[in-house]
């Protein structure tokens, strides 16, 4: 019993030890002239530079700017695709009109299109935003439309044989049963949209994270410049976490999710 | 009036002439809600493969039968056809002397899977159809298979008797005149389904809906019905009254000598 509970204690801190030792060995490198400050900066002028751009006000609008182009872009890309996915999911008609096309578009790398983007929209937020929309836009139609496809039959004949109409069929038999598949392509969304916002920004901005590491990199502060990284990393793992939440919330039911086995 | 006799609601039931007098109505004055089937010749056919051919069958009001008949003899499309599911090619299906020609609201039909929706709980599965007032409706139902307590739970942590159960619950919310068993109690084990037989017959005594039941199984079928019909290529070709007292034992020489006639004609 003692020695499992001493092992469960350490459990909290093994996982950590080797992230510390890395940043102990680096911030020494870095002291000792190992590494040129110019190339990787210690650990502890990230902290500062992060300090610096906290306090000027500087970091929080570079932050606030790329949150706002990110679930800009999510929210019109991945409702599109949603609203897509739902319409050719449920009508055959729809889907035949829609799909090959859609999925012809679906070929091209839509980062390869950022140089019409800046044709068309120079560099201006809609650029961004357009980006983030077409990159989230696949994920989620595909997972909708996969997911309203393999919804269970014998649960929709169940409902009309119940006297449920096509309305109350769609709320309460297709839509929550498409919804897992719906929130894979959420999070694969959220994936894309940090990485297309990364490269949108480096390539073509005069705000947001992207162009703040980019113009701490032309005046050679490269502390910034990983701190910017750190952001990105955080902002993104945020993203994931807000989903598994958002899963654990309306997924209850499924039995991956059960705590106690109770619905109330 | 319409002969049809449809339990609306518990208290202001009126009674229908003739067909609700003192024997058949339950102990709460309840309306038995029994009408009489009707499969005139019916025909059915996927591409060239007949299934059924001609399937002709009376059903009294408020009767029990059983239907036995081998594994892809076409038992489940017959069932699809009286709730309205499916069309025959040929034939009539009449619920109370009505043609059916879409879906009926006055049949039930329990499949052999429960198909219960995971996302809703128990109670919320059984009021499935938002009936108004259907909570207290669903409880109702649930109290009598003996799930109340577990009204709240999800379907993924019930056991397969336990989601049979409250299929069973979700089809009596439902008042049926008529009332389909599409092998229901397959996939339980002997001990679950002797306890869901005696439910059934239970709830079948106090409701009285026109059932039918499919089963492979012969004792199922001599211990729970009135009658035992056996389908074979595609028609009906032996029916038998089985005149035994309920509740019936299955060691009973008479019931035992049926069943072995019974399995003769399958
Ligand atoms: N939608 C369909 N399309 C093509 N063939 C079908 C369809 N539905 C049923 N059949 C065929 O009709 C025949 C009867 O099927 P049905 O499901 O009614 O059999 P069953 O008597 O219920 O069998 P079981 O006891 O195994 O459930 C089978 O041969 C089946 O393959
Ligand atoms: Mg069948």
């Known amino acids: 019993m003692a020695s499992r509970s001493v092992l469960r204690g350490a459990g909290g801190i093994v996982p950590w030890l080797v992230p510390i030792a890395v940043l102990a060995i680096w911030e020494l490198a870095a002291r000792g002239g190992f590494v040129e400050a110019r190339l990787l900066p210690a650990p502890s002028q990230v902290a500062m530079a992060f300090w610096d751009t906290l306090r000027s006000g500087a970091l929080l609008h570079h932050v606030a700017i790329s949150s706002n182009r990110a679930f800009l872009g999510l929210l019109l890309g991945g409702g599109l695709g949603f609203l897509l996915g739902v319409i050719n999911g449920t009508s055959r008609h729809a889907e035949l009109l829609l799909d090959s096309a859609l999925q012809m578009f679906r070929n091209v790398p839509h980062l390869a299109v950022i140089p019409m983007v800046i044709l068309w ?9 357009f980006l983030v929309a077409i990159g989230t836009l696949f994920p989620i139609y595909l997972n909708t439309f996969h997911g309203i496809r393999t919804v ?15 309305f109350a069929i769609f709320w309460r038999v297709v839509l929550p049963g498409a919804l897992p598949s719906v929130l894979v392509g959420l999070r694969y969304a959220l994936g894309i949209m940090w990485l297309t916002l990364i490269v949108a920004e480096t390539i073509a901005a005069s705000s947001g994270i992207g162009y703040m590491t980019m113009n701490a990199r032309e005046f050679l502060h490269t502390d910034v410049v990983v701190l910017g ?21 309306v997924l209850a039911w499924h039995p991956a999710y059960h705590a106690a086995g109770n619905a109330a | 009036m319409s002969p049809i006799v449809r339990k609306i609601e518990q208290a202001g039931a009126v009674a229908a002439d003739g067909v609700v007098d003192g024997e058949d109505a339950d102990a709460a004055g309840q309306k038995l809600l029994g009408v009489p089937l009707e499969l005139d010749n019916l025909h059915v056919a996927f591409g060239a493969r007949k299934v059924l051919q001609g399937l002709t069958l009376d059903i009294p009001a408020r009767q029990f039968v059983a239907v036995v008949g081998r594994s892809g003899v076409g038992k489940s499309t017959l069932m699809r056809l009286i709730v309205g599911l499916d069309r025959p090619n040929d034939g009539r299906v009449l619920i109370d002397g009505n043609e059916v020609t879409s879906l009926q609201k006055s049949v039930r039909l329990l499949f052999q899977d429960a198909r219960l929706l995971p996302w809703q709980t128990v109670l919320s599965n059984v009021g499935i159809a938002r009936m108004p007032g259907w909570k207290e409706t669903a409880l109702t139902a649930l109290r009598d298979v003996g799930l109340e307590d577990r009204q709240n739970d999800w379907p993924a942590v019930l056991s397969g008797g336990q989601r049979q159960r409250v299929a069973l619950a979700r089809v009596l919310v439902g008042h049926p005149a008529v009332l389909l068993l599409d092998e229901p109690f397959g996939a339980l084990d002997a001990l679950t389904r002797s306890e869901m037989h005696a439910l059934l017959e239970r709830l079948w005594l106090r409701h009285r809906f026109t059932t039918l039941l499919i089963t492979h199984d012969v004792a199922e079928a001599v211990a729970l019905a009135d009658r035992v019909v056996v389908i074979r290529d595609g028609r009906v070709t032996y029916d038998v009254d089985v005149d035994l007292p309920r509740p019936r034992r299955r060691i009973d020489p008479l019931t035992v000598a049926l069943q072995s006639k019974i399995l003769d004609q399958v």
């Open chain 1, 229 to 249: 990284i750190i952001i990105y990393a955080l902002l993104g793992k945020a993203a994931d976490v807000a989903t598994k939440l958002i899963e654990h919330r």
């Open chain 1, 152 to 166: 269970d039959r014998g649960l929709i004949e169940m409902a009309r044989v119940n006297g449920l109409g096509p």
């Open chain 1, 121 to 129: 929209f120079g560099i201006d937020e809609m650029a961004k935003v």
